[in-house]
């Protein structure tokens, strides 16, 4: 088992990281339930690698701007026409990934990767990437640091949040994009149709057994790092999908829960 | 404390209250009564700055507004402890943590509701009117000049709306209260705004009875009124 991450060592330090945003924005998505919201960032961000790959620049780079845009104008429709928004968010989901799949088909050779970025490869996780998480995570840290205290007020009482004056359009922008800057780090690892029940399944699970938002970010980092590297393992044995090994785990899990709690 | 002035507001075009007048004075202990739709969660809106008027102002002699929102509007299932919540009335957009003055604050008035020793009790395994009584500890910390609350007793038993009228009686602040519980003439109201699109604005009558703990409805508060001596004959 030392061995395995011995020989590909990107993939346990992806798990690592990808499992502390899954503390912070998992945790957050669960209790906003934003869920919606961020799959359709995260398959809208398809249309960000469409795009990198026509025009052949770099991919996490222009995701990282494409799906930062449909962050903002998510937030925008999702605080200004709460009760329609759902029509929205579904056509953004779709407008995102037809413009990956037309700007990706006008492109020669490009089958190549494109499953990876479907499903994920958290086997062959490059230096980049890496970096990237790295770089993501810092922000994620920091932010939820000095906002912890606004975030939760909002989460938990927008009206009572506005009256107490606090920003709520720009604390909710800032989150949505740090949400979409985590499933672009994540989509090479995970894979953008898997990303959304690794970023909702911890947390949820979490939630049950919690008193506090802090202890609810720690314990579904921790669930995601067992369910990630666990996944990992067996995925290696078996030589099956390591994703889908990692998602079906949580699920079984998830579903456990359910059961014994109600 | 609070004048309002030839108050309209209009949503889509259409009129949701039409030249409203409302003065709101110091110690003032007011009813917001009226039909669903009627506009009082829209006046209190206007009054917090949630909502601009159309037309008309509203003038406030205060900054310090302690508010309950409706427990409608929250998110049920959010991890969170009551001590938390409480803390939460200290916040404001340049303040980002809680100091040990703040904390001091939130349990003195979680022990002014009674509520001390739910402290580190998640918020979700409370009742609701223990719930409520954190929201009004919650709204208190910042010592406001001005209560306002938006049906706080919708959705909690007798004795839990007893409780949360004896601690809005205790209370020495101005207060305003949408109610759509008629027992609220009983808990020490002075003026009762009934609102329906416009304002009419009644002195409540001194009621010099004692209603039964156990059953009091609408039906017996017509009865008490009936023979309450106080109405001078107007009710008959």
Same mark, same amino acid.
């Not at chain 1, 906002?147 to 800032?174: A, M, P, R």
């Not at chain 1, 057994?209 to 990992?232: E, N, P, Q, R, V």
């Given at each position: 088992?030392?061995?395995?991450?011995?020989?590909?060592?990107?993939?346990?330090?992806?798990?690592?990281?990808?499992?502390?945003?899954?503390?912070?924005?998992?945790?957050?998505?669960?209790?906003?339930?934003?869920?919606?919201?961020?799959?359709?960032?995260?398959?809208?961000?398809?249309?960000?690698?469409?795009?990198?790959?026509?025009?052949?620049?770099?991919?996490?780079?222009?995701?990282?701007?494409?799906?930062?845009?449909?962050?903002?104008?998510?937030?925008?429709?999702?605080?200004?026409?709460?009760?329609?928004?759902?029509?929205?968010?579904?056509?953004?989901?779709?407008?995102?990934?037809?413009?990956?799949?037309?700007?990706?088909?006008?492109?020669?050779?490009?089958?190549?990767?494109?499953?990876?970025?479907?499903?994920?490869?958290?086997?062959?996780?490059?230096?980049?990437?890496?970096?990237?998480?790295?770089?993501?995570?810092?922000?994620?840290?920091?932010?939820?640091?000095?906002?912890?205290?606004?975030?939760?007020?909002?989460?938990?009482?927008?009206?009572?949040?506005?009256?107490?004056?606090?920003?709520?359009?720009?604390?909710?922008?800032?989150?949505?994009?740090?949400?979409?800057?985590?499933?672009?780090?994540?989509?090479?690892?995970?894979?953008?149709?898997?990303?959304?029940?690794?970023?909702?399944?911890?947390?949820?699970?979490?939630?049950?057994?919690?008193?506090?938002?802090?202890?609810?970010?720690?314990?579904?980092?921790?669930?995601?790092?067992?369910?990630?590297?666990?996944?990992?393992?067996?995925?290696?044995?078996?030589?099956?999908?390591?994703?889908?090994?990692?998602?079906?785990?949580?699920?079984?899990?998830?579903?456990?829960?359910?059961?014994?709690?109600? | 404390?609070?004048?309002?002035?030839?108050?309209?507001?209009?949503?889509?075009?259409?009129?949701?209250?039409?030249?409203?007048?409302?003065?709101?004075?110091?110690?003032?202990?007011?009813?917001?009564?009226?039909?669903?739709?009627?506009?009082?969660?829209?006046?209190?809106?206007? @009054? &917090?700055? #949630?909502?601009? !008027? +159309? %037309?008309?102002?509203? $003038?406030?002699?205060? =900054?310090? *507004?302690?508010?309950?929102?409706?427990?409608?509007?929250?998110?049920?299932?959010?991890?969170?402890?009551?001590?938390?919540?409480?803390?939460?009335?200290?916040?404001?957009?340049?303040?980002?943590?809680?100091?040990?003055?703040?904390?001091?604050?939130?349990?003195?008035?979680?022990?002014?509701?009674?509520?001390?020793?739910?402290?580190?009790?998640?918020?979700?395994?409370?009742?609701?009117?223990?719930?409520?009584?954190?929201?009004?500890?919650?709204?208190?910390?910042?010592?406001?000049? @001005? &209560?306002? #609350?938006?049906? !706080? +007793? %919708?959705?909690?038993? $007798?004795?839990?709306? =007893?409780? *949360?009228?004896?601690?809005?009686?205790?209370?020495?602040?101005?207060?305003?209260?949408?109610?759509?519980?008629?027992?609220?003439?009983?808990?020490?109201?002075?003026?009762?705004?009934?609102?329906?699109?416009?304002?009419?604005?009644?002195?409540?009558?001194?009621?010099?009875?004692?209603?039964?703990?156990?059953?009091?409805?609408?039906?017996?508060?017509?009865?008490?009124?009936?023979?309450?001596?106080?109405?001078?004959?107007?009710?008959?």
């Amino acid at each position: 088992m030392i061995e395995l991450f011995t020989l590909i060592p990107n993939s346990f330090y992806a798990s690592i990281l990808i499992s502390i945003a899954v503390g912070i924005v998992g945790s957050l998505i669960v209790i906003n339930k934003n869920s919606f919201i961020a799959g359709s960032i995260a398959h809208g961000s398809f249309g960000g690698i469409g795009i990198a790959f026509y025009f052949g620049i770099p991919i996490l780079l222009s995701t990282s701007i494409f799906a930062s845009i449909l962050a903002i104008i998510l937030s925008f429709i999702t605080l200004k026409m709460p009760h329609r928004s759902d029509a929205v968010i579904g056509a953004i989901w779709a407008i995102g990934m037809s413009i990956g799949i037309i700007f990706s088909e006008m492109t020669p050779g490009y089958n190549s990767g494109l499953i990876s970025y479907l499903f994920g490869s958290i086997l062959t996780i490059a230096n980049e990437d890496i970096n990237m998480m790295i770089g993501v995570d810092s922000l994620l840290i920091i932010f939820i640091l000095f906002l912890y205290n606004q975030i939760l007020l909002i989460s938990y009482d927008k009206e009572f949040s506005k009256v107490q004056g606090l920003n709520v359009t720009l604390l909710h922008t800032i989150f949505l994009i740090l949400t979409a800057l985590t499933i672009v780090m994540s989509v090479r690892a995970i894979g953008l149709i898997l990303i959304i029940a690794l970023f909702t399944i911890p947390p949820f699970i979490a939630e049950k057994f919690t008193k506090s938002l802090k202890s609810m970010m720690f314990l579904s980092a921790i669930l995601s790092a067992i369910f990630m590297i666990s996944g990992i393992i067996i995925s290696f044995y078996y030589d099956i999908s390591a994703t889908a090994t990692i998602i079906l785990l949580a699920s079984v899990s998830f579903f456990a829960v359910m059961f014994k709690k109600n | 404390m609070v004048e309002i002035k030839n108050l309209t507001f209009k949503y889509n075009n259409e009129i949701i209250l039409e030249n409203i007048n409302l003065k709101i004075e110091k110690y003032d202990y007011v009813a917001l009564i009226g039909p669903n739709g009627g506009g009082k969660t829209t006046l209190i809106k206007l @009054i &917090l700055g #949630l909502l601009k !008027p +159309t %037309s008309g102002k509203i $003038i406030l002699n205060t =900054k310090k *507004i302690g508010y309950v929102p409706q427990y409608t509007n929250f998110s049920l299932d959010i991890p969170i402890r009551v001590i938390d919540v409480v803390l939460q009335g200290r916040l404001n957009k340049f303040k980002f943590f809680y100091n040990e003055k703040d904390k001091k604050i939130a349990l003195e008035k979680l022990s002014l509701v009674g509520m001390s020793k739910f402290q580190n009790k998640k918020i979700s395994d409370l009742s609701g009117g223990q719930r409520q009584r954190v929201l009004i500890a919650r709204a208190l910390v910042n010592e406001p000049d @001005i &209560l306002i #609350l938006d049906e !706080p +007793t %919708s959705a909690i038993d $007798i004795k839990g709306q =007893k409780e *949360i009228y004896k601690i809005l009686k205790s209370l020495n602040i101005t207060k305003l209260i949408i109610s759509h519980d008629i027992n609220i003439l009983l808990e020490g109201v002075n003026k009762v705004a009934w609102i329906s699109k416009k304002l009419v604005l009644h002195n409540t009558p001194d009621l010099h009875f004692k209603p039964n703990e156990e059953h009091f409805c609408e039906v017996d508060f017509i009865n008490a009124i009936q023979n309450c001596n106080v109405c001078h004959g107007e009710h008959t």
